[in-house]
C-alpha cells in the first residue's frame, strides 16, 4: 500500500501560482511513477502531470505546458506541482496518484490515490 496526502491548495487569483505538494508513505517510494491529475465539478478527472520515477520524463497535459512544473523528490518521498500563472479553469480538486511500471496519462492506470486539495483561482 501506498498513502498519498496532498497540501498547497488554495484560493488565488488569476496570474497567481500555487505549488502542490503530495507526501508518500508506505511502499518504497522511489519505485512509483507519480501523476496529478484533477476534477473540476460535474466533469471527470483528467490528467494534469506525471513524472517517472527516476524524474527523467515528464508529461504534461498541452493547457498547463509552461505554466506547470511538475517534480520530485525521493528523499522526502514526496511529489510536487508548481503552478503559475494560472486562470480561472484551473479550479477544480487536484489528486495526486501512484502506479508502477511505465509513466501514463491513464487515471484508470494508477494504484493509489490522495483524497485531493481544492484550488480555486478567481478572475
Known amino acids: 500500500q501506498v498513502q498519498l496526502v496532498e497540501s498547497g491548495g488554495g484560493l488565488v487569483q488569476a496570474g497567481g501560482s500555487l505549488r502542490l505538494s503530495c507526501a508518500a508513505s508506505?511502499?518504497?517510494?522511489?519505485?512509483?511513477?507519480m501523476g496529478w491529475f484533477r476534477q473540476a465539478p460535474g466533469k471527470e478527472r483528467r490528467f494534469v502531470a506525471a513524472?517517472?520515477?527516476?524524474?527523467?520524463?515528464?508529461s504534461y497535459v498541452d493547457s498547463a505546458k509552461g505554466r506547470f512544473t511538475i517534480s520530485r523528490d525521493n528523499v522526502k518521498n514526496t511529489v510536487y506541482l508548481q503552478m503559475n500563472s494560472m486562470k480561472p479553469e484551473d479550479t477544480a480538486v487536484y489528486y495526486c496518484?501512484?502506479?508502477?511500471?511505465?509513466?501514463?496519462?491513464?487515471?484508470?492506470?494508477?494504484?493509489?490515490w490522495g483524497q485531493g486539495t481544492q484550488v480555486t483561482v478567481s478572475s
Open positions: 496518484a501512484a502506479k508502477r511500471l511505465s509513466v501514463s496519462v491513464d487515471a484508470e492506470e494508477y494504484d493509489y
Open positions: 513524472i517517472s520515477w527516476l524524474g527523467s520524463d515528464r
Open positions: 508506505g511502499r518504497t517510494f522511489s519505485n512509483y511513477n
